[in-house]
């Protein structure tokens, strides 16, 4: 997967160190910094052309990761854009990532909404197509109090979009990981574009 091929467009190309720079507002712990491991990465993008971003993960999920998105660009499914979160562009906010459609793995911070820590903290998640693919959260009764990004819409026949029965979903669930939009409005939120998997190490908590 790091041999890109030529003619791909280059979406993101940052260096090893400003990709790991710590977030001076949530520094993450340096047994964390030494799980993550970056990976370049090919998929097709919505407008019909081969593109190439970069993805920080833990490093014990990286092959399953690397399976998910050869199956991408095999099946043509298209990636609007991955950059990791450290971008200038975002500079760790989950929201403004959410908002540009972008997909991106590691990212040290807590649950939207909550205090607890994510599973993206440790490099343990990773998001597809934000914008398609909805985070949603609801109170004890059901209702809807948060979407992310608040615009959008979960269509499940729209192009870019991640489904039950989709081919990625059915790949990463036989591989271990858990994927969001099988949670429920009861559990109190359904994340559509996460997946993630629990890891057997000392970080995982």
């Known amino acids: 997967m790091n041999t890109l091929s030529q003619n791909s467009t280059t979406d993101s190309d940052m260096t090893r160190d400003d990709i790991l720079k710590q977030n001076p507002k949530n ?26 971003g ?4 833990n490093k014990n999920v990286i092959e399953d990761v690397k399976t ?3 199956t991408a660009l095999v099946i ?7 950059i990791p ?5 975002y500079k760790w906010d989950d929201e403004t990532s959410c908002n540009d459609n972008n997909s991106s ?12 820590m994510s599973k993206h903290a440790h490099g343990l998640a990773f998001d597809i ?3 398609q693919n909805i985070y949603v959260r609801y109170d004890e009764h059901m209702k809807e109090i948060y979407r992310c990004p608040q615009e959008a819409i979960y269509k499940k026949d729209a192009v870019g979009t991640l489904t ?10 036989n591989l271990g990981w858990i994927w969001g939009g099988d949670w429920t409005p009861e559990s109190g939120r359904v994340d559509y574009q996460h997946f993630e998997k629990k890891c057997v190490m000392a970080m995982d908590i």
């Open 105 to 116: 793995g590691y990212n040290f911070r807590y649950i939207m909404g909550t205090n607890r």
């Open 68 to 70: 998910f998105f050869k």
């Open 129 to 131: 197509n934000p914008v």
């Open 27 to 52: 520094p993450a712990p340096h047994d964390v910094l030494d799980l993550l491991d970056i990976f370049k990465v090919e998929y097709y993008g919505f407008d019909g052309m081969i593109h190439a």
């Open 54 to 57: 970069q993805i920080v993960l």
């Open 164 to 173: 039950h029965d989709h081919p990625l979903v059915i790949l990463m669930k």
């Open 76 to 82: 043509k499914f298209p990636i609007q854009k991955i």
């Open 85 to 89: 979160i450290s971008s200038e562009a």
